[in-house]
């Protein structure tokens, strides 16, 4: 089975257009037979994208630090969870469980779990598909602040993020499918002292 991060807020936001990307991502995944991947928590986002997977008869994966257990809310209608001893180990599962990201709305966690993605594949660490949904152009600032880097070579040519930034949330998984990686490159590791 293939499967998919998504990464998102655990918080709703302001505009429902976020949570209904959220159920519609969770719809089209689950009938494609996308297993989710994602942070466990039950709140927001995170849990919108999760209960839609569910309800549409899909496989979703949880992985939540132990510390979050409680705050987070944690689902327990999930067909799989992981607790994790702390976020380093949970980025480093989300990964090797996954084939490709996705960044749905959120807040700082959700922006440092993508940016992660795109420095992995800037440094060749893998080649899967990183996509950005840009509802209601949520990530204009982002990713005019990447063309920023490019103009002024902190992204340098030869060494360019790799993203695909779709508008609507239903079109993330036609591209997933149609997705080949070109190399297998080394995952990075978790090493523990």
């Excluded at 998504?6 to 009938?31: H, I, K, N, Q, W």
């Excluded at 949880?62 to 809310?73: D, T």
């Excluded at 992660?116 to 982002?142: C, K, M, S």
């Amino acid at each position: 089975m293939k499967r998919l991060c998504v990464y998102c807020g655990s918080g709703s936001g302001l505009d429902p257009r976020f949570l209904d990307a959220a159920r519609t991502l969770g719809r089209t995944m689950a009938e494609a037979r996308i297993g989710l991947v994602y942070g466990g928590g039950g709140n927001g986002m995170m849990g919108t994208v999760a209960q839609t997977v569910i309800d549409h008869g899909g496989h979703v994966t949880g992985i939540i630090p132990a510390s979050l257990l409680q705050i987070e809310n944690a689902l327990e209608t999930i067909s799989e969870r992981y607790v994790t001893s702390g976020f380093h180990e949970r980025k480093m599962l989300m990964f090797n469980l996954s084939d490709g990201f996705v960044a749905l709305p959120g807040g700082v966690g959700t922006l440092e779990e993508l940016v992660e993605q795109l420095t992995w594949t800037q440094l060749g660490h893998h080649d899967r598909p990183v996509f950005i949904v840009n509802t209601a152009g949520y990530w204009d600032l982002l990713l005019a602040m990447f063309d920023r880097m490019r103009e002024q070579l902190f992204i340098r040519p030869g060494l360019d993020t790799r993203y695909i930034v779709v508008e609507k949330a239903e079109d993330v998984v036609p591209f997933f499918l149609k997705h080949r990686p070109s190399k297998k490159a080394p995952a990075p590791t978790l090493i523990r002292a």
